[in-house]
């Protein structure tokens, strides 16, 4: 069996189909695999890839980008380096009597509808509309000009498009992505880049401009996106199913009060406070604040006092994904005047966000952040969630473990988790009162066994809080 796209393809209905056909092999193709340890991995490289021709020599991120972009408008910007990137791309196409009709694709957050109107109306002040054919949008609910579009000589200019038709799609003359967010929370998907890499005829054209491919996008957080797609933790990572036999099993659910009463607003003021003058030195000298505030420190970020919204981006080249990181691109800087619309509405999201996270209600976050910005600083610290990684049946009885970094051959700890102790504590307190079992798991490198910590928590591989894992087990 042969299961194409298999990272999107990994749920726990598409494996109760797989096991159907009781077949004896199983090949799983991807572009992000995720990774039995159990099967045989066969990986093709990018440069390899490159080097048939295939996919693009180059991903060029914000080209001609300077320094600093200032901005009324930062979607007509990328808009309109993107149509002018193709205007190129066609000319340089007609010189060598290609028959290729470069793509670009506009990628919008889920949940966009005005902004999808918006850059429909850009477009459209370019001649290049729904009506006339040259442009087309796929999105779930709707479907305009569509035919013929993966054609090499596809009359459609850009596509719009969201996250759903960026994975399996198949259109080589795709050379532009847009990539555009609304100031909420989207995850820049590595998949996405995969559809502007293919070459248009399956050889390169020994061309920069053609042999090349172009993003364009204000997220700064893309990079992170592409190594969580493609970095070891994505790689490693494993799916696994509940077996019939415990499909009836449950556990009672604890979670932290959504009722946002728990917190007291002066006492989150005062603790916020002190975070301040520990982290950034502020005292009761406001311009000396502003300016400490300004300069920040070696484990602080530093602030932005402006009437205009300031944000960075990256700009530069990668020959293969896995090379893009803050590290290898430049920053740039862009600044936008505050649109009360959309920036208030980031800001309501924002500081909604912080006051779940601390436990005050909406207005009491409002009011502390005014005190703070109004006289001495920013912002805050929160509360922490905690998933235990495994649940067991072990003879009949539910364990609940937790793993953490080891101990090395020294007997050192080599847990990076300051808030273990806590974890492990409130565990304990859960499986009590559950009448249940488990504990906090780590390795001891020396023996290489696995102990369990079943009681007060320790760093201490000696202590008496360590046993090991099979003899507690039995």
Known sequence: MIIDESHQNFTEKSDAIVQLFKT????????????DKSAKLIEISEADVIAEGLIKKLLVINGDFPALVATENPTEYLLEKALKKQNKLVSSFAERNENVNPLIVVQLPNNSDSLLYSVISWFESQHISIENGLLAVWLSARHDNLEDIEKNDGK????????AVATG????????????????????????????????????????LLDSCYLYTFDSKFTEGAKLALGKNALSAKTIFLK????????????RTQVLDTQDDALALKAITEYLKTTYGIDGDCKKNKLRLETGSENAEKFVFSEKIEKTT???????????SSDSLNTVKFRQKLNTHTHGREFHNRVGRIGLEIGLEYASAVTILGKLFANEGKFLYKQKLFYPD??????GKIWICETKGGFDRTGASEDIDIFSPKKCAVLQKYLKKHNLHGGFVRQDKASMELLIC?????????????????????
């Not at 004896?24 to 990774?35: E, G």
């Not at 459609?156 to 996250?163: C, D, L, N, S």
């Not at 795709?174 to 998949?191: H, N």
């Not at 990256?314 to 893009?324: F, K, M, N, R």
Request: aromatic letters at 8%; one cysteine or more.
């Open 156 to 163: 459609q200019t850009a596509v719009i498009i969201k996250q």
């Open 24 to 35: 004896d092999k199983i090949i799983r193709c991807s572009a992000t695999p995720i990774i």
């Open 244 to 255: 019939n036999e415990y499909k009836t099993f449950t556990l009672t659910k604890e979670q």
């Open 454 to 474: 079943t009681g007060e928590y320790s760093d201490d591989v000696n202590s008496d809080a360590w046993q090991v894992l099979g003899e507690v087990m039995k």
């Open 390 to 395: 495994y649940i067991l049946s072990v003879k």
């Open 314 to 324: 990256l700009s530069g080249e990668a020959t293969v994904i896995s090379d893009i």
């Open 169 to 208: 799609w198949d259109c080589p003359r795709a050379y532009i992505l847009v990539k555009l967010r609304e100031g909420m929370d989207e995850t820049f998907e590595i998949q996405t880049i995969g559809r502007i890499r293919r070459m248009p005829e399956a050889h390169h054209y020994e061309s920069d």
